[in-house]
Structure formats: C-alpha cells, structure tokens
Antibody, heavy 117, light 106 residues
Framework: QIQLVQSGPELKKPGESVKISCKAS????????MHWVKQAPGKGLKWMGW????????TYADDFKGRFVFSLEASASTANLQISNLKNEDTATYFC??????????WGQGASVTVSS | DTVLTQSPALAVSLGQRVTISCRAS??????MHWYQQKSGQQPKLLIY???NLESGVPSRFSGSGSGTDFTLTIDPVEADDIANYYC?????????FGSGTKLEIK
C-alpha cells in the first residue's frame, strides 16, 4: 500500500537549520510529484510548494521562498524539506503529500518542528 | 491567489445531514477537493474534483459544485465524523486551502 513516512520531531533554536524527510513506498516515486504543507499549532493548512520528482525541479509558494529548500534522494524514494535560519514562526507540523492528477491523495503523518530558545 | 472561504464551525446532531460550504474568490472549475483532518492526524482525501468519492471513503460523504460554490455533505453524520474539514483548489498555483470548518456534535 502507498505510504509516506516522515522523520521524527525536532527541537531547534532560532537561527539553526532543520531537515525533514519523507520516505515513499508502495508506488513508483518518480511518477508522482510531492507537495509540502505547513500547519502551525491550532491553525489551518498552508501550501508551501511542490517538487517534480522526475526532474527535481522545485516550485515554492511566495511565503516560502528563500529559507526553504525542497530536495530529493530519488534512489531512496525520499523527498526532503530543509529550513534554514529558523524563526519562532516556523514552529509547525510539516506534511508531505503525493500529488495524483492535481489531487493530494496520500499524506505523510507529519513532522513536528519546534523552534525555541 | 484564489481565496477559499469556509464557515468556521458547524454543530449537528448525530444521524442528521450536514452541508459544509466553500466559496472561491474566482472560478476554479471543478478543481476543488475536500479533506478531513482528525485531531493529531494528517489530512485525508474525501472528495476530489468536486464530486468524486475517494476510494474507501464511506458513501455518506458527497460533494457538489462548480465554478465558485462548493459543498461537502455528510448524511447521516456519525460520531466518527468529528473533525476539521478543508477545501482546497488546484485550478491554479499557488494551491490554496480554505481555513477549515470544525464539525461539532450537538
């Protein structure tokens, strides 16, 4: 069955960096794009962007240009999200989601990032 | 960007019918999808392309609409349906989500 398994919770200080992974299984990784979605505590879902898993080309929403990087380890069927120069407002749960014909049909369980001094 | 507007919360009695609405600031054709998110869990796809039931989702869930006005209907509501419901458009980038509707049981 299709599964997206994300890395564990992270506690970081402001200014540090974090890398979140999303390992896919149960399908051909490069056949489907991967999206990233942010959910701050008690808030709704915010689309961050997506990465073409065949070409590796990322596309970022405006609010996520600069400190956010989407990358791949295609041989390991893994998508990564790296956030640099962490700020308090980056405290959130980050979800990866597979896109199937413009629909996010499978989601990871979420990776919690807490930024606190 | 396409803004999606949802009512913040709805209260319904078990066994009744509930409709959750989503209005888009511009036409999204039928590129509208609905997700259910229970507390502490990841979102789950319920309805795609406005009216198509995702595989494995109970037939109590249905969706309708096109253009700017969309609804998600649950009939009958069960206790397991307590969750937040989000609409999301994929007609244009950036993809956007509604702010979510919290379904509560009376």
């Amino acid at each position: 069955q299709i599964q997206l398994v994300q890395s564990g919770p992270e506690l970081k200080k402001p200014g540090e960096s974090v890398k979140i992974s999303c390992k896919a299984s149960g399908y051909t990784f490069t056949d489907y794009a991967m999206h990233w979605v942010k959910q701050a505590p008690g808030k709704g879902l915010k689309w961050m962007g997506w990465i073409n898993t065949y070409t590796g080309k990322p596309t970022y929403a405006d609010d996520f240009k600069g400190r956010f990087v989407f990358s791949l380890e295609a041989s390991a069927s893994t998508a990564n999200l790296q956030i640099s120069n962490l700020k308090n407002e980056d405290t959130a749960t980050y979800f990866c989601a597979r896109e199937n014909w413009s629909v996010m049909d499978a989601w990871g369980q979420g990776a919690s990032v807490t930024v606190s001094s | 960007d396409t803004v999606l507007t949802q009512s913040p919360a709805l209260a319904v009695s078990l066994g009744q019918r509930v409709t959750i609405s989503c209005r888009a600031s511009k036409s999204v054709s039928t590129y509208m999808h609905w997700y259910q998110q229970k507390s502490g869990q990841q979102p789950k796809l319920l309805i795609y392309s406005a009216s198509n039931l995702e595989s494995g989702v109970p037939s109590r869930f249905s969706g309708s609409g096109s253009g700017t006005d969309f609804t998600l209907t649950i009939d009958p509501v069960e206790a397991d349906d307590i969750a937040n419901y989000y609409c999301q458009q994929s007609n244009e980038l950036p993809f956007t989500f509604g702010s979510g509707t919290k379904l509560e049981i009376k």
